[in-house]
Nanobody
Framework: QVELKESGGGLAQIGGSLRLSCVAS????????MAWLRKAPGLEQEFVAR????????LYADSVRGRATISRDNDKNTMYLQMNSLKPEDTAVYYC??????????WGQGTQVTVSS
C-alpha cells in the first residue's frame, strides 16, 4: 500500500533551521514529481516547494524562496525540505505529496512545525 511518512518537524526558534524528510513506499517514487504543502490554522493550504522526478527541477513558493531547499534521493525513496531562517509564519503542518498533471495523488499524514521565540 502507498505510504508517505513525514518526519523532522518540531519546535524551532525564529531564525533557526529544520530538515523535513518524507519516506515513500508502495509506489514507484522516482516516477513522480514530489511536493511539500503546508497548512496553518485558519489559513488555506499553501504550496511550499516541488521537485522533479530526477531532482533537477525545483519550484518554490515566494514565501520560502531563498530560505528553503527541496531535494530527493531516489535510491532511498526519500524527499527532503531544508528550511532555514525560520519565521513564525512558517508554523504549519507540512505534508508530503506525490504529484502528477492531475495534481496531488498521494498524501502523507503531515509533520508539525512550530516556530517560536
Amino acid at each position: 500500500q502507498v505510504e508517505l511518512k513525514e518526519s523532522g518537524g518540531g519546535l524551532a526558534q525564529i531564525g533557526g533551521s529544520l530538515r523535513l524528510s518524507c519516506v515513500a513506499s508502495g509506489f514507484p517514487f522516482s516516477s513522480y514529481d514530489m511536493a511539500w504543502l503546508r497548512k496553518a490554522p485558519g489559513l488555506e493550504q499553501e504550496f511550499v516547494a516541488r521537485v522533479g522526478k530526477n531532482g533537477d527541477n525545483t519550484l518554490y513558493a515566494d514565501s520560502v524562496r531563498g530560505r528553503a531547499t527541496i531535494s530527493r534521493d531516489n535510491d532511498k525513496n526519500t524527499m527532503y525540505l531544508q528550511m532555514n531562517s525560520l519565521k513564525p509564519e512558517d508554523t504549519a503542518v507540512y505534508y508530503c505529496n506525490a504529484v502528477t498533471l492531475r495534481g496531488s495523488v498521494y498524501w502523507g499524514q503531515g509533520t508539525q512545525v512550530t516556530v517560536s521565540s
